[in-house]
């Protein structure tokens, strides 16, 4: 066996276009052994592309990428041996039970079918899905059949992990659990690339980040790296009227590095140190003798990433958040 | 250290890649066959459909159709048989429409898998279920009269011109069901394409009873160079040389489809 690489995960000048849609125009990316690298970015910007070029799936017009030192062009085959595979859509045999999905899959990739076997159940049970296990596909439900792909992805135990989108579509409980997994895949020594449109979930996860946008990686960092960069909570207190809001924004002039911004009978702030300003802002109203009605944290999303990325909001913004059911797989 | 984690399973090639083709084609095609349990509406419109067929002809229109020599149902079954195997092979298109409709074909695409087992399973399995549908078929037809005039072994060999045409048009098919990549579209595109196959061919009708300018087409188009070569080998009379078109036609058939399959397949995502 030669010695293992550093990098995980390399992508040099990677470009596809489908007809006159650039998918992906020149992405780097490097991922160290062991990390989990998250990829940001809005519907569109080539997420899903980026995986099927690293997976074999799809080949690149032009660029470099290997996997575990092995290019995906010419060693696909040896690639594939490597890698796991959690498409953004559930890629199960609906006239099949859950455990018959993951065992065709386990007999797919050359391991015995005793061990197959074994495994299956172990990834049912993980998964939270032994008691469905022996149920058709068909009758699963949405989440059940996401979890099952994901399931199916790692029967083989592929030290590099792609999913693509993995939690879209789950519930905040399977969110989770599924958080838990990754965590665990990845203290045994695995290597995880997983795309996302949850800042929340890139910043509970992933050691490092790249934002893409039209085909193109337009910031790259730790999670609090480009948190910082991407801007900051804003917190918004609520008053009476116009006019104690008014005195409470000269009262609160000062205690933070931004000025207090007065919206009619509401005061604004941007806050660059969380929860330590909304003390401080509190207890100066209190002492004061003002009482706000209202208060909200706005945290940075997707949309303020891009924002303060590109100056202009992203072209088709989705709601950041739990958006619609995005599910099911798109016409192409 | 088979068990242990993360360790990649590096593919093998050449000869030493042959037991894992095998074995990926074997539990593709048992995944495949299985199919017709879970759906069974499958198996029953591709059966259902030539008895109604049969019935209709032998019982319905038969009386009225003139055939050159000997009794309308020995001149229909053979028909009977090549339509089945016709109808049968939109099964490919569909089978391979769904797979990658569902994503399956994306995830095998990653997989450390013999690639070429996709197509091959489909072939086989669908191969599988022509057996199946021929050997119920030609009980119907032992049923409501049909003999044959020859001998078991040319009966064999008619039953293998069958089943390698059946084949030969699952290439065909599933090139179709992976350009369209849904099943009901698979279903609609494959129709206008065989309905002019299968009904203006010597299936139901003798050649000579059709208009003039139809007749070259009808008498020369594979379904009934097929058809043709069944006939002769069931009911008697010179085979040779119409054996040898019909396999032609399976051989050409073949050295077209299967390419241009494996190419889609390659390029589908
Ligand atoms: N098979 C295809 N044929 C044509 N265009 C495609 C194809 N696949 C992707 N595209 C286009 O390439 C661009 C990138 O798509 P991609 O699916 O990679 O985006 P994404 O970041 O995964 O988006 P989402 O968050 O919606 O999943 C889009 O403009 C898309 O329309
Ligand atoms: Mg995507």
Same mark, same amino acid.
């Given at each position: 066996?030669?010695?293992?690489?550093?990098?995980?995960?390399?992508?040099?000048?990677?470009?596809? *276009?489908?007809?006159?849609?650039?998918?992906?125009?020149?992405? *780097?990316?490097?991922?160290?052994?062991?990390?989990?690298?998250?990829?940001?970015?809005?519907n569109?910007?080539?997420k899903?592309?980026?995986?099927?070029?690293?997976?074999?799936?799809?080949?690149?017009d032009?660029?470099?990428?290997?996997?575990?030192?092995?290019?995906?062009?010419?060693?696909?085959?040896?690639?594939?041996?490597?890698?796991?595979?959690?498409?953004?859509?559930?890629?199960?045999?609906?006239?099949?039970?859950?455990?018959?999905?993951?065992?065709?899959?386990? %007999?797919?990739?050359?391991?015995?079918?005793?061990?197959?076997?074994?495994?299956?159940?172990?990834?049912?049970?993980?998964?939270?899905? %032994?008691?469905?296990?022996?149920?058709?596909?068909?009758?699963?439900?949405g989440?059940?059949?996401?979890?099952?792909?994901?399931?199916?992805?790692?029967?083989?135990?592929?030290?590099?992990?792609f999913?693509?989108?993995?939690?879209?579509?789950?519930?905040?409980? %399977?969110?989770?659990?599924?958080?838990?997994?990754?965590?665990?895949?990845?203290?045994?020594?695995?290597?995880?690339?997983?795309?996302?449109?949850?800042?929340?979930?890139?910043?509970?996860?992933?050691?490092q980040?790249?934002?893409?946008?039209?085909?193109?990686?337009?910031?790259?960092?730790?999670?609090?790296?480009?948190?910082?960069?991407?801007?900051?909570s804003?917190?918004?207190?609520?008053?009476?009227?116009?006019?104690?809001?008014?005195?409470?924004?000269?009262?609160?002039?000062?205690?933070?590095?931004?000025?207090?911004?007065?919206?009619?009978?509401?005061?604004?702030?941007?806050?660059?140190?969380?929860?330590?300003?909304?003390?401080?802002?509190?207890?100066?109203?209190d002492?004061?003798?003002?009482?706000?009605?209202?208060?909200?944290?706005?945290?940075?999303?997707l949309?303020?990433?891009?924002?303060?990325?590109?100056?202009?909001?992203?072209?088709?913004?989705?709601?950041?958040?739990?958006?619609?059911?995005?599910?099911?797989?798109?016409?192409? | 250290?088979?068990? +242990?984690?993360?360790?990649?399973?590096?593919?093998?090639?050449?000869?030493?890649?042959?037991?894992?083709?095998?074995?990926?084609?074997?539990?593709?095609?048992?995944?495949?066959?299985?199919?017709?349990?879970? &759906?069974?509406?499958?198996?029953?419109?591709?059966?259902?459909?030539?008895?109604?067929? &049969?019935?209709?002809?032998?019982?319905?229109?038969?009386?009225?159709?003139? =055939?050159?020599?000997?009794?309308? !149902?020995?001149?229909?079954?053979?028909?009977?048989?090549?339509?089945?195997?016709?109808?049968? $092979?939109?099964?490919?298109?569909?089978?391979?429409?769904?797979?990658?409709?569902?994503?399956?074909?994306?995830?095998?695409k @990653?997989?450390?898998? $013999?690639?070429?087992?996709?197509?091959?399973?489909?072939?086989?399995?669908?191969?599988?279920?022509?057996?199946?549908? =021929?050997?119920?078929?030609?009980? &119907?037809?032992?049923? =409501?009269?049909?003999r044959?005039?020859?001998?078991?072994?040319?009966?064999?060999?008619? !039953?293998?011109?069958?089943?390698?045409?059946? $084949?030969?048009?699952?290439?065909?098919?599933?090139? !179709?069901?992976?350009? =369209?990549?849904?099943?009901?579209? $698979?279903?609609?595109?494959?129709?206008? !394409?065989?309905?002019?196959?299968?009904? @203006?061919? +010597?299936?139901?009708?003798?050649?000579?009873?059709?208009?003039?300018?139809?007749?070259?087409?009808?008498?020369?188009?594979?379904?009934?160079?097929?058809?043709?070569?069944?006939?002769?080998? &069931?009911?008697?009379?010179?085979?040779?040389?119409? /054996?040898?078109?019909?396999? @032609?036609?399976?051989?050409g058939?073949?050295?077209?489809?299967?390419?241009?399959?494996?190419?889609?397949?390659?390029?589908? /995502?």
């Amino acid at each position: 066996m030669t010695s293992m690489p550093e990098l995980a995960i390399q992508a040099q000048q990677i470009r596809k *276009n489908f007809g006159k849609v650039v998918a992906l125009d020149g992405v *780097n990316l490097s991922v160290p052994v062991g990390q989990i690298f998250g990829l940001l970015g809005p519907n569109g910007a080539g997420k899903t592309t980026m995986i099927r070029v690293l997976t074999t799936v799809l080949r690149a017009d032009s660029g470099t990428a290997t996997v575990m030192g092995r290019s995906v062009s010419h060693e696909a085959p040896s690639v594939r041996g490597l890698i796991g595979l959690a498409g953004q859509y559930a890629a199960l045999d609906p006239n099949l039970t859950g455990r018959e999905n993951l065992r065709l899959v386990g %007999s797919l990739t050359q391991i015995s079918g005793r061990v197959a076997a074994q495994r299956s159940d172990e990834l049912l049970e993980r998964f939270s899905l %032994s008691d469905a296990g022996n149920r058709l596909v068909r009758t699963y439900s949405g989440g059940m059949r996401r979890r099952l792909d994901l399931a199916a992805a790692l029967v083989h135990r592929p030290p590099v992990i792609f999913l693509d989108e993995p939690t879209t579509g789950l519930d905040p409980e %399977s969110r989770v659990e599924l958080w838990a997994v990754i965590k665990e895949l990845v203290a045994d020594g695995a290597t995880i690339l997983l795309t996302t449109q949850y800042m929340e979930e890139a910043d509970r996860l992933a050691d490092q980040l790249a934002v893409i946008d039209h085909g193109a990686v337009i910031a790259e960092g730790t999670p609090t790296e480009l948190k910082r960069r991407l801007g900051s909570s804003v917190i918004e207190l609520g008053f009476a009227d116009d006019a104690t809001a008014t005195r409470a924004a000269e009262l609160l002039a000062g205690t933070s590095t931004e000025e207090p911004h007065v919206t009619g009978r509401g005061v604004q702030i941007k806050s660059n140190e969380g929860t330590k300003l909304l003390t401080r802002l509190l207890r100066t109203l209190d002492q004061g003798g003002i009482e706000p009605e209202t208060l909200t944290v706005h945290e940075p999303s997707l949309d303020d990433v891009f924002l303060s990325l590109t100056g202009k909001p992203t072209e088709d913004s989705a709601p950041p958040v739990e958006a619609a059911g995005k599910r099911g797989r798109g016409a192409r | 250290m088979t068990d +242990s984690p993360l360790l990649g399973h590096a593919p093998k090639r050449g000869i030493a890649a042959l037991p894992g083709l095998v074995s990926d084609t074997t539990a593709l095609t048992k995944r495949n066959l299985l199919m017709f349990r879970r &759906v069974p509406q499958l198996l029953v419109f591709a059966t259902i459909q030539p008895i109604i067929f &049969v019935l209709m002809f032998r019982f319905v229109f038969g009386g009225a159709i003139n =055939v050159p020599n000997g009794s309308y !149902v020995d001149f229909l079954m053979p028909g009977v048989f090549v339509q089945t195997v016709v109808f049968g $092979a939109v099964g490919t298109a569909i089978g391979l429409a769904a797979d990658l409709k569902t994503g399956f074909i994306e995830r095998f695409k @990653a997989l450390p898998m $013999a690639h070429s087992s996709v197509l091959i399973a489909r072939i086989l399995s669908d191969l599988t279920r022509n057996i199946f549908v =021929v050997t119920l078929m030609t009980s &119907v037809g032992f049923a =409501v009269g049909f003999r044959v005039h020859t001998n078991p072994a040319q009966f064999l060999l008619a !039953v293998l011109l069958l089943l390698a045409f059946g $084949a030969a048009l699952s290439f065909i098919f599933a090139t !179709v069901g992976i350009m =369209v990549r849904e099943p009901e579209t $698979a279903q609609a595109a494959a129709f206008p !394409v065989m309905a002019p196959l299968v009904f @203006a061919s +010597s299936a139901f009708v003798p050649v000579e009873s059709m208009p003039g300018w139809l007749q070259p087409f009808a008498a020369n188009q594979p379904v009934s160079a097929v058809i043709t070569a069944v006939r002769s080998l &069931v009911l008697g009379g010179p085979a040779v040389s119409d /054996v040898l078109i019909a396999t @032609a036609w399976c051989v050409g058939i073949v050295a077209v489809a299967a390419p241009s399959a494996i190419w889609m397949y390659r390029k589908a /995502v």
